[in-house]
């Protein structure tokens, strides 16, 4: 089974306030009438909808979605459910990752479900609690190789998630399902030189027994 993981992308995408216009352009430049197929022309941030970020986007000289590692963002992952409040602090998975226990994989994606989703289209969308200061230690204690969420940012501690050689997914989407679970992760950013970040197509892939991931 497949999962999509993915926001839909189009004029109606908000993108995050501080990177203002354009949204999501896109103009035929070929068309089935006047030449036999279709063609068209996008214009989008490279931050727009469900993206991943590469260190460029806080490093200064820091890689970019080109020279990232295709192996943090495709191969195993975990989800877990985390309380995340709009005012009610930075989010703290230490609990939920004690927790969690053996669920978890040296060489994990982990993803993150708060239920922020449900506010897309909403003012309130882009007001989300940033993660705890401690998260990328915490992840690497635990040997995972990076972190998806459902919220438009994860706050201050991008540059530290990055500068560790993580992945970082944002704005994922459709992640109750597999609260509690293990899958494999597929968010693959588009080979950009230079590139900060990318829009991805993110799915979860589930085997109907879980034999593949016990």
Same mark, same amino acid.
């Given at each position: 089974?497949?999962?999509?993981?993915?926001?839909?992308?189009?004029?109606?995408?908000?993108?995050?306030?501080?990177?203002?216009?354009?949204?999501?352009?896109?103009?035929?430049?070929?068309?089935?009438?006047?030449?036999?197929?279709?063609?068209?022309?996008?214009?989008?941030?490279?931050?727009?909808?469900?993206?991943?970020?590469?260190?460029?986007?806080?490093?200064?000289?820091?890689?970019?979605?080109?020279?990232?590692?295709?192996?943090?963002?495709?191969?195993?992952?975990?989800?877990?459910?985390?309380? *995340?409040?709009?005012? $009610?602090?930075?989010? @703290? #998975?230490? !609990?939920? %990752?004690?927790?969690?226990?053996? +669920?978890?994989?040296?060489?994990?994606?982990?993803?993150?479900?708060?239920?922020?989703?449900?506010?897309?289209?909403?003012?309130?969308?882009?007001?989300?609690?940033?993660?705890?200061?401690d998260t990328g230690a915490l992840l690497d204690r635990y040997g995972l190789?990076?972190?998806?969420?459902?919220?438009?940012?994860?706050?201050?501690?991008? *540059?530290?998630?990055? $500068?560790?050689?993580? @992945? #970082?997914? !944002?704005? %994922?989407?459709?992640?109750?399902? +597999?609260?509690?679970?293990?899958?494999?992760?597929?968010?693959?950013?588009?080979?950009?030189?230079?590139?900060?970040?990318?829009?991805?197509?993110?799915?979860?892939?589930?085997?109907?027994?879980?034999?593949?991931?016990?």
């Amino acid at each position: 089974m497949i999962l999509d993981l993915t926001m839909e992308l189009d004029e109606n995408t908000p993108p995050y306030p501080a990177e203002g216009e354009p949204r999501f352009f896109r103009r035929l430049t070929a068309s089935h009438d006047t030449g036999g197929f279709q063609v068209t022309e996008l214009k989008l941030g490279t931050h727009l909808g469900t993206h991943v970020d590469a260190p460029l986007h806080s490093l200064p000289g820091g890689r970019s979605v080109a020279g990232v590692e295709l192996n943090r963002f495709f191969g195993p992952a975990v989800c877990l459910a985390v309380s *995340a409040e709009r005012g $009610g602090g930075a989010v @703290s #998975l230490a !609990e939920v %990752l004690l927790r969690a226990g053996d +669920l978890i994989r040296k060489g994990d994606i982990l993803v993150i479900s708060t239920g922020w989703e449900e506010r897309a289209g909403s003012e309130d969308f882009f007001r989300c609690p940033p993660l705890a200061d401690d998260t990328g230690a915490l992840l690497d204690r635990y040997g995972l190789v990076g972190i998806g969420v459902d919220m438009p940012s994860v706050g201050d501690i991008h *540059a530290d998630i990055l $500068g560790r050689g993580m @992945s #970082l997914i !944002e704005n %994922l989407v459709n992640l109750k399902p +597999l609260v509690g679970r293990r899958f494999l992760l597929s968010a693959l950013p588009l080979r950009i030189p230079k590139g900060d970040g990318s829009p991805v197509r993110a799915c979860a892939m589930l085997p109907e027994d879980d034999t593949l991931f016990p």
